[in-house]
């Protein structure tokens, strides 16, 4: 039995905002190939991001988290700061 957790969901994404308390705001772009035109195609989404410390600063890459909901919006937690 290992000792390492395992989560459900890990994103890498880019923090757009860090202006409100303990919360940043990650944009994760994904590519794929559609189906129809198989042309690369680059979609993005933001999600609102739990951070205690506040360790995260704007335009810092990140590896985000799925956790419990902490509330309306944020259902993620930051992992670390790459």
Known sequence: MSTEKTFKKTLDGIVVSDK????IVVKVTRRFKDAVYSKFVSTSK???VH????KAKMG???TIIESRPYSKLK???LFKVN
């Open 20 to 23: 409100n308390e303990k919360t």
């Open 46 to 48: 933001k999600y609102h």
């Open 51 to 54: 951070d205690e410390a506040s």
């Open 60 to 62: 810092d890459a990140v």
């Open 75 to 77: 259902k993620w937690e």
